[in-house]
């Protein structure tokens, strides 16, 4: 064990002092932080642009139904020709010109004249003005009366039904459930399990590479037995990877911390504001029901299964990475035999993808999270939506189990595989190695 440890400690070291982790480890919060609050922040404090539009109404039938909103303004032109208007209506301060000649129906009817191209909301905007006087007026021509056409417009209009779903416990206690949360909660933790399973494992195999293609290897070996020298390798990188996590998760909060206390518009302005949405629609606030969604899931169970399926799925993952990088004396020769290590990980992101949202206790996913290879990624997505304790035990049990049993193969590969040189492995020498004595 202390030389598992002395290998540990110089993978760990060696590993974090280079200029290229402490870049990395800095930069990255950076950009995530840029990418994700970058964008509120400039719709926060971006003013918006009121667009001054001209409007010539030939029919006189739906200039009455435009009115000023805080994108647009509009200015009602009569008495003018159109092509007169179309050649001095820049110099008169608008921004665009609005000619209707007919039933907005037909595109001949209706142009929006303009230098510059409007934003898409403002083009929207109208579109869906003209296409309720429409339809107001199309609906008119059946009914005596435009006071019961509003009514019937505003009742269908706001007809909603939204059920709740309960999850009942064992104990007959229900609680509102939000299957949508939850899976986008579980999608979240795979792909984060993904990335680093993908990104820690290759890793492994360019360590080991490396260490070959330099004749390190078989100065290690005359001292150290190959199992230790891979489990320490395996476990030291595992350490630099969980590092940089915590790194980049301390850089990430006290950057938040800093950009919402300074820079970010007022929690209590923003719960105010949907309090008061919700009130003039007459629908439920939208900040209290995503808060309410998350408090249904089981926050400390999702965060300690992400901890231990990062862990197992890694293990398993790095020693088939080191088995295949001890055979191989160049990268491009193990790209054959990296392929079935990755299907896998393709295989599981298919399958949360694929079945995650349209049931994610299925058939597909049950069989998933129970896969070794695809579990700690599956599992996951299925977690927030409820997983039964037999389930979870044992697809931690195979998890567990097959790490043990690819550790005892890759380590007898890798005790051949290691000192091999100036030949190409295939699946077939994979197979002889492991079975030697």
């Not at 150290?224 to 940089?244: C, E, S, Y």
């Not at 719960?271 to 939208?286: D, F, I, K, L, R």
Request: glycine share 6%; hydrophobic share 50%.
């Amino acid at each position: 064990m202390s030389k598992i440890g002395l290998i540990i400690e110089r993978e760990y070291m060696t590993r974090v002092r280079k200029k290229s982790f402490i870049i990395i480890s800095l930069l990255m919060p950076i950009i995530m932080l840029a990418v994700t609050i970058l964008p509120t922040l400039i719709m926060a404090y971006s003013s918006v642009t009121t667009q001054k539009i001209a409007v010539l109404d030939e029919t006189k039938n739906y200039q009455s139904v435009l009115a000023n909103t805080e994108e647009i303004e509009f200015s009602l032109i009569s008495d003018e020709v159109e092509e007169s208007l179309r050649a001095t209506y820049q110099s008169r301060g608008f921004d665009a010109m609005l000619h209707i000649s007919g039933v907005p129906t037909d595109k001949s009817n209706i142009q929006l004249y303009s230098e510059k191209t409007l934003p898409i909301d403002v083009t929207r905007s109208i579109e869906y003005t003209l296409r309720d006087k429409v339809r107001h007026d199309m609906i008119e021509e059946f009914s005596a009366s435009s006071d019961g056409v509003d009514s019937l417009f505003n009742a269908v209009n706001n007809v909603r039904v939204d059920i709740a779903t309960m999850k009942q416990t064992t104990d007959g206690e229900a609680k509102e459930d939000n299957a949508a949360i939850g899976i986008v909660v579980g999608l979240v933790a795979a792909m984060l399990i993904y990335f680093i399973i993908l990104i820690s494992g290759s890793q492994v195999f360019t360590g080991i590479m490396e260490e070959k293609q330099n004749r390190i290897m078989e100065v290690l070996a005359s001292s150290v037995k190959p199992l230790d020298l891979m489990m320490g390798k395996i476990i030291g990188i595992a350490l630099v990877t969980l590092t940089q996590l915590a790194m980049w998760g301390v850089i990430m909060g006290i950057g938040s911390v800093v950009l919402s206390t300074n820079f970010m518009p007022d929690v209590s302005s923003i719960e105010s504001g949907a309090e008061q949405v919700a009130a003039a629609t007459g629908e439920s606030n939208p900040v209290a029901n995503v808060m309410g969604m998350l408090g249904t899931l089981n926050i400390p169970l999702l965060i300690s299964m992400f901890v231990i399926y990062c862990i197992g799925g890694y293990l398993l993952y790095a020693s088939l990475y080191a088995a295949i990088a001890a055979g191989c004396d160049q990268p491009s020769d193990a790209q054959q035999l990296q392929m079935p290590i990755i299907i896998p990980i393709i295989i599981a992101i298919v399958i949360v993808s694929s079945f995650g949202m349209k049931d994610p206790n299925g058939a597909a996913m049950f069989w998933g999270s129970m896969v070794p290879l695809t579990s700690p990624i599956v599992m996951l997505a299925r977690i927030p939506s409820g997983v039964e304790a037999w389930e979870l035990i044992l697809s931690l049990v195979l998890l567990v189990a097959s790490f043990l049993l690819t550790t005892w193969i890759a380590a007898k590969i890798y005790r051949v595989g290691i000192l091999m040189y100036g030949k190409k492995p295939t699946f077939k020498d994979l197979v002889k190695w492991a079975r030697m004595k």
